[in-house]
């Protein structure tokens, strides 16, 4: 089945730490996404990509870096320059221009 | 700055009635409009989505816009229990010019009372 996997489901990450998100589409989908999301918050755009090796920031990329080496992949690190990363985050993907984001299962980052 | 609203409720409606989710935007130049369905801890799930003026229906879905008051709604017929979640409304610009994603309202939690 086509879809967008996620990983891992729950993250801790110590003060000072940079950690890396995962998230693998088989959709052959172009476009990549990554929201945060907050308690009560709607989806804040960290980062896209349209294409292979290219990305742009969105509203809330301070903090976050990633990369697009492959087409099927787009991990997200959330480096220790993010003073407030405790949030659910979720990767999604569309067809370019799309008509809707397909969402994975989300990972839900926790500070400690 | 792009903004989209939401009343956040919770908005309470009984079993078998309609339940009516409103949004509004700001952008006028937007062009296509999505409702997800988020339960709780999970990620969103697309519903329906809507490019024209007027009503679109799907099932017991029904998307209305209207571009010239820039307000997108989603009415629920027969509501049933399971339609208890968060609904997000999501509006996309054309390209060009800062973040090429959808813009999320921040959710309006709807109650279905058996």
């Known amino acids: 089945d086509g879809g967008i996997t996620q990983s891992p489901k729950y993250l801790f990450r110590k003060e000072g730490q940079n950690v890396t998100l995962s998230c693998e589409q088989n959709?052959?989908?172009?476009?990549m996404y990554w929201y945060r999301q907050d308690p009560g918050q709607g989806l804040r755009l960290i980062y896209y990509?349209?294409?292979?090796?290219?990305?742009q920031k969105g509203d809330i990329a301070e903090g976050y870096s990633v990369s697009r080496e492959k087409k099927e992949s787009f991990p997200l690190t959330v480096t220790s320059a993010q003073k407030n990363p405790t949030a659910f985050y979720l990767c999604?993907?569309?067809?370019?221009?799309?008509?809707?984001?397909?969402f994975g299962s989300g990972t839900r980052l926790t500070v400690v | 700055q792009k903004e989209v609203e939401q009343n956040s409720g919770p908005l309470s409606v009984p079993e078998g009635a309609i339940a009516s989710l409103n949004c509004t935007y700001s952008?006028?130049?937007?062009?296509?409009f999505f409702w997800y369905r988020q339960y709780s801890g999970k990620s969103p799930e697309l519903i329906m989505f809507?490019?024209?003026?007027g009503d679109k229906e799907d099932g017991r879905f029904t998307a209305q816009l209207n571009k010239a008051s820039q307000y997108v709604s989603l009415l629920i017929r027969d509501s049933q229990p399971s339609d208890s979640a968060t609904y997000l409304c999501?509006?996309?610009?054309?390209?060009?010019?800062?973040?090429?994603?959808?813009?999320f309202g921040k959710g309006t939690h709807l109650i279905i009372q058996p």
């Open positions: 999604a993907s569309s067809d370019f221009p799309g008509i809707g984001y397909t």
């Open positions: 999501a509006v996309k610009s054309p390209s060009g010019g800062g973040a090429d994603g959808l813009t």
């Open positions: 809507i490019y024209s003026n």
């Open positions: 990509s349209q294409i292979v090796n290219d990305f």
């Open positions: 959709l052959n989908h172009d476009a």
């Open positions: 952008d006028r130049g937007s062009q296509s």
